[in-house]
């Protein structure tokens, strides 16, 4: 009477999670991995334009969106598939060549979130001495080392799992080595608390506190000498684009280490517990909105990811001030003959314009004696130059 209880309860329990699944893992995480992908691939083919790919953070972005496409495609195919369609032959056939792929690829997605973290941590707050590492040269060279790392870290999770024939029916085992004291202790335990938990973790933590308290204070300092510019804002942008971007990843990501970490003491007998698989669908979502919000984000806070996307899409032309700075138009471009006569002459004037313009626009409000100083001292050692007997009145950088 116990047993037929205990089976008629477990029935029913399995009925209820399978219901449960089909909802998380198969329509919402289908949806959303559809959608995702889309987003991706045209986040990759924004960045990868001749105008985007310059920047060492876009770098960073274009891995980081290549490796959340595979990360998509491997939930895609081991869950939503499976559990919208049913399709238990389909995912024993596949599930021991795309578990250690998928994998590999969500450790290679938390350490390129960490190494965009720590990308803007030295542009904000080493921007003098870590200068000479964030070039475009160094960003490839960062993604490629990281990819082999977590290439050759997983490998052992090939041999974890095998495919296991008994009445004629197929199930997915643990393999000998899977099994093993000294895989489930080193592989499950401590290298997986120290180089997929700990490691990527902090490094996350740490760089965005710096970076905020750094921001915090930049700003503060700038609205004591109201000098808040147009460029300031897009560079606020960037700075918060990137924050959003390891704000998400810890949200969605923290649920998940924790269940990793469970289960890497506890073993595979919290698969056991139906609240653990309801825990673990919904961590598995959580993943997926977060390898699908890289595109969103960027389109929320970048201005010009926006323009050349509309290029893209619409085929329209990018603006004028695209290439400069905050938005500045060139004002050598009309007629450069016309204006300097010699290269050393135009170089001087170059900078005293500029220094002119700089402080007509941001000191509307407020007297700054060191740069007026700064302009009488240039006013009096550019007497010989001819820049403004030739320039218009109404020449303006905006």
């Keep these: 009477m116990n047993n037929s209880s205990s089976t008629s309860t477990n029935l029913i329990s399995e009925q209820r999670l399978g219901e449960f699944k089909r909802i998380i893992e198969g329509y919402l995480l289908s949806i959303v991995c559809i959608c995702g992908l889309l987003g991706n691939a045209l986040t990759c083919v924004i960045l990868s334009s001749r105008v985007m790919r310059t920047s060492t953070t876009n770098i960073y972005i274009f891995a980081l969106s290549c490796a959340s496409s595979c990360v998509l495609i491997g939930f895609l195919l081991t869950h939503g598939i499976r559990s919208t369609f049913q399709a238990e032959t389909f995912y024993l056939h596949i599930f021991t060549r795309i578990f250690p792929i998928h994998l590999t690829c969500i450790l290679i997605q938390i350490y390129l979130t960490a190494t965009v973290a720590l990308d803007r941590f030295i542009l904000i707050c080493l921007p003098f001495r870590g200068q000479k590492w964030r070039s475009p040269r160094h960003a490839i060279f960062v993604v490629l080392c990281v990819t082999l790392f977590c290439v050759v870290y997983c490998i052992p999770f090939w041999f974890e799992y095998t495919l296991v024939k008994t009445n004629n029916s ?213 007497n010989s130059v001819p820049l403004f007997d030739k320039i218009e009145p109404t020449a303006t950088i905006d």
């Design 170 to 382: 197929t199930k997915i085992k643990i393999s000998a080595i899977g099994a093993h004291p000294i895989f489930r202790l080193v592989m499950r335990k401590y290298l997986y608390f120290v180089f997929v938990f700990l490691i990527p973790l902090s490094t996350i933590i740490l760089c965005k506190t710096m970076i905020i308290k750094k921001l915090y204070a930049v700003r503060r300092r700038k609205r004591l000498l109201n000098s808040l510019s147009k460029q300031n804002r897009s560079s606020n942008a960037i700075n918060f684009l990137l924050l959003s971007i390891v704000f998400v990843f810890l949200l969605t990501q923290l649920p998940y280490f924790v269940f990793n970490v469970l289960y890497s003491w506890l073993g595979p007998q919290l698969m056991a517990n139906l609240l653990a698989r309801q825990y673990l669908s919904i961590n598995n979502l959580l993943s997926v909105l977060n390898a699908s919000s890289t595109f969103i984000l960027y389109a929320f806070f970048d201005r010009k990811f926006r323009q050349v996307g509309q290029h893209f899409l619409f085929c329209e032309p990018l603006p004028a001030s695209f290439d400069t700075p905050g938005g500045a138009t060139r004002v050598s471009n009309r007629n450069p003959s016309l204006f300097f006569s010699n290269s050393k002459s135009s170089r001087s004037s170059i900078h005293f314009f500029k220094n002119h313009r700089y402080s007509a626009t941001v000191n509307n409000n407020m007297r700054e004696l060191t740069k007026h100083e700064l302009i009488d001292a240039r006013l009096t050692s550019a």
